[in-house]
């Protein structure tokens, strides 16, 4: 495996995992918010 395949290949994953996590950390504040009104 290349250096520049395995950037692109680990962009790639960076980018499908960050996004999941986000929404989930939204979800968590969204709630917590919820809670304290």
């Given at each position: ?35 304290k009104?």
């Open positions: 495996m290349t250096t520049k395949s395995y950037v692109k290949h680990r962009k790639i994953v960076d980018g499908m995992l960050s996004l999941p996590i986000i929404e989930v950390y939204w979800i968590i504040q969204l709630k917590l918010t919820m809670r009104l």
